[in-house]
């Protein structure tokens, strides 16, 4: 996949606590999407990605502890 050509978003809610969900847009630099750490309280935060490569619609999601 040529990173350039992704469009999406990063979603990142906080079950516990919905004022710290945010949303970003996807930016991918040399196929690796950073987060500002300094958003991102300890705890168990839910992220959903979804983006589009040539037409065709991606979903990944997936729990963490940070």
Do not use: A, C
Not at 14 to 24: A, C, G, I
Request: charged fraction near 25%.
């Amino acid at each position: 996949m040529n990173p350039k050509e992704i469009e999406g978003t990063v979603s990142l809610y906080r079950p516990s606590n919905k004022q710290l969900d945010f949303n970003l847009p996807i930016s991918l630099s040399n196929n690796h999407l950073l987060i500002p750490d300094n958003r991102l309280l300890d705890g168990r935060w839910d992220i959903k990605v979804s983006w589009n490569y040539n037409g065709t619609d991606y979903l990944h999601k997936e729990n963490i502890t940070y």
